[in-house]
C-alpha cells in the first residue's frame, strides 16, 4: 500500500518539493491542503489534487509537512490539532519556529521534525537537514527512509543548527541570484542589450557552477586571475571593497532573523 502524507500549504517550497519527490519516481498517496482554491492547477502536473479544507484524510497521513509562511504557522496548527496523534510525524520547514513553539499548539504527542532545505531540490538531490529533539530509532529510521528518496538527508545534533542552515543554505540560492543579477546588470552598463546579457550571464553563471562541481573554488581562483591580469585587478577591488564582509554581515542578518522570525 502507498504511503499517505499530507503538505500543509501549496506555495513554493511546496512545488520544489512535489518535483523533487516525482523526479525520485517514489510513490505516495499525497494530499495537499491549502487555503486558495487557485493553487490547484499548479498541482496538476503532480497527479495531486488540492483540498480547501481540513478534513479526515489529514490522520491517514504517517507525515505531515507543515509548509506555510510563518505569520500562518499558528492557524495551520490549530487545524491540524483534530486529526493528529501520537504516532504522526510533523515535518515543519517554517524558518525560525522552534520545535517548543509547535509542540504548544498540539493537544498530542505528537513527533515534531524542524527540517530545511532551499528551491533547487526541484532540480537535484539537494541537501535535506532534519533536526528532532526526542524519537525512538523506529520514528528516526522511518523519517530518513522518507526524506532520503528524495534528497540527501542530514540529521542535525542541535536545532540552532537549523537557524544557521536556514541562514546560509535556506535563503542561500538568493544570495547566488543576487549575484548573477549584478553580473547582468554589468553586461548592460557595458552595452550589451538586455537578451544578450541575460544570455550571456545565464551561461556564465550556469558554466562557472559546473566548473564548482568538478575543481576546488581556490585552485578555480588561482587558473582564472593570472598574475597582473584583469581577473586579479577585478579581485582586488572586490577585496579592497571588503565585498566578503558584507556577505557575512548580510548572512548574520538572516541568521539573526530566523531566531527572531515573528519579531518587527
Ligand atoms: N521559499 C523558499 O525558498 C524557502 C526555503 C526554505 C524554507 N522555506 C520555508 O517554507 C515555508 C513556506 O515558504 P513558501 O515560500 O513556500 O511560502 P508560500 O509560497 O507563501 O506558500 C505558503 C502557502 O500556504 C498557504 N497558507 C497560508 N495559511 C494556510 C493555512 N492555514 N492552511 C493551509 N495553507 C495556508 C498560503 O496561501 P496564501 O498565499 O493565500 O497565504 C500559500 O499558498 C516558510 O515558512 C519558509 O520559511 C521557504
Redo the contacts with the bound molecule.
Keep these: 500500500m502507498k504511503e499517505h502524507i499530507t503538505i500543509?500549504?501549496?506555495?513554493?517550497?511546496?512545488m520544489s518539493i512535489l518535483e523533487a519527490i516525482k523526479r525520485s519516481r517514489a510513490k505516495f498517496t499525497i494530499n495537499v491542503?491549502?487555503?486558495?482554491k487557485k493553487?490547484s492547477s499548479q498541482l496538476k502536473k503532480f497527479g495531486v489534487k488540492l483540498n480547501t479544507t481540513y478534513d479526515d484524510k489529514i490522520s491517514k497521513s504517517k507525515f505531515i509537512l507543515l509548509?506555510?509562511?510563518?505569520k500562518?504557522y499558528v492557524?495551520?496548527l490549530k487545524?491540524i490539532d483534530p486529526y493528529v496523534n501520537s504516532q504522526t510525524i510533523i515535518l515543519s520547514?517554517?524558518?525560525?519556529i522552534s520545535v517548543n513553539q509547535i509542540e504548544k499548539l498540539l493537544t498530542a504527542d505528537v513527533n515534531i521534525v524542524r527540517c530545511?532545505?532551499?528551491?533547487a531540490i526541484s532540480e537535484r538531490q539537494s541537501y535535506m537537514f532534519y533536526f528532532m529533539n526526542k524519537g525512538s530509532k523506529k520514528v528516526i529510521d522511518k523519517i530518513n527512509k522518507f526524506l532520503l528518496t528524495f534528497s540527501v538527508t542530514k540529521k542535525c545534533s542541535e536545532e540552532n543548527h537549523i537557524n544557521k542552515l536556514?541562514a546560509l543554505y535556506?535563503?542561500g540560492?538568493a544570495y547566488y541570484i543576487f549575484f548573477n543579477s549584478i553580473i547582468k546588470k554589468s553586461f548592460e552598463q557595458m552595452g550589451f542589450n538586455k537578451k544578450e546579457s541575460d544570455s550571456y550571464t545565464h551561461s556564465l553563471m550556469l558554466d562557472s557552477s559546473e566548473l564548482l562541481g568538478i575543481s576546488d573554488s581556490q585552485y578555480l581562483l588561482k587558473a582564472i586571475a593570472s598574475k597582473g591580469g584583469t581577473t586579479e585587478a577585478a579581485l582586488s577591488q572586490l577585496k579592497k571593497d571588503k565585498v566578503d564582509l558584507s556577505v557575512r554581515r548580510a548572512v548574520q542578518q538572516a541568521y539573526k532573523k530566523s531566531k527572531k522570525i515573528l519579531s518587527k
Design positions: 500543509i500549504g501549496a506555495g513554493n517550497l511546496t491542503v491549502d487555503i486558495d493553487k509548509i506555510v509562511k510563518p500562518d492557524q495551520a487545524s520547514f517554517i524558518a525560525g530545511m532545505t532551499n528551491l536556514t535556506g535563503s540560492p
